[in-house]
């Protein structure tokens, strides 16, 4: 088994985000995306073990001016209700490209992450009929040769009422 290395000729290792409240951005990070922080809150480890870096005060908050960061997620709507619970913001809601689905965001410092999901997502809603499509099932792996699923269609009450 290998180790997981930051030393990887090539590939993005380590990030400076600006954040004026470590703390508060430590939190976010870890509550949104699973990073693990170091006690201190000003060090952190993505999820994958790949990519190190420190939250710094010393930095300005850019908002998309600049290098923006894309974070894979496996559920883009379950990322983004947890952007929300700890203090970000939605500032773009998911819209399709190719058979991805993309999304933008700001942390509590107001940086600029994007967020982004493959295949079909999860929950899907119709606003204008107000119809909820709730797929049940294993998500797809890319080398799945097949996937089963179902469907689960919920429609709101006639005349908008609750029963």
């Given at each position: 088994?290998?180790e997981?290395s930051?030393?990887?000729p090539?590939?993005?290792?380590y990030l400076?985000?600006a954040?004026?409240?470590?703390?508060?951005?430590a939190?976010?990070?870890?509550?949104?995306f699973?990073?693990?922080?170091?006690?201190d809150?000003?060090?952190f480890?993505d999820?994958t073990?790949h990519?190190?870096?420190?939250?710094?005060?010393?930095?300005p908050?850019?908002?998309e001016a600049g290098?923006?960061?894309?974070?894979y997620?496996?559920?883009?709507?379950?990322a983004?209700?947890?952007v929300t619970d700890?203090g970000?913001?939605?500032?773009?809601?998911?819209?399709?490209?190719?058979?991805?689905w993309?999304?933008?965001?700001?942390?509590p410092?107001g940086?600029?992450?994007?967020?982004?999901q493959h295949?079909?997502r999860?929950?899907?809603?119709?606003?204008r009929?107000?119809?909820?499509?709730?797929?049940?099932?294993?998500?797809?792996s890319?080398a799945?040769?097949c996937?089963?699923?179902?469907?689960?269609l919920?429609r709101?009450a006639q005349g908008g009422?609750?029963?």
């Amino acid at each position: 088994m290998n180790e997981i290395s930051v030393f990887r000729p090539g590939d993005v290792s380590y990030l400076r985000i600006a954040a004026p409240d470590p703390a508060r951005s430590a939190a976010f990070y870890s509550a949104v995306f699973g990073w693990k922080v170091r006690p201190d809150a000003d060090a952190f480890q993505d999820g994958t073990g790949h990519v190190i870096g420190h939250f710094m005060t010393d930095l300005p908050v850019a908002g998309e001016a600049g290098v923006v960061p894309y974070i894979y997620v496996e559920d883009i709507d379950e990322a983004l209700a947890r952007v929300t619970d700890a203090g970000g913001q939605v500032t773009t809601k998911p819209y399709p490209e190719g058979d991805l689905w993309v999304a933008m965001t700001r942390d509590p410092a107001g940086n600029a992450i994007g967020v982004w999901q493959h295949g079909p997502r999860s929950l899907l809603y119709s606003v204008r009929s107000r119809t909820i499509l709730l797929f049940l099932g294993r998500r797809p792996s890319p080398a799945a040769s097949c996937s089963c699923r179902a469907a689960v269609l919920l429609r709101p009450a006639q005349g908008g009422g609750r029963r």
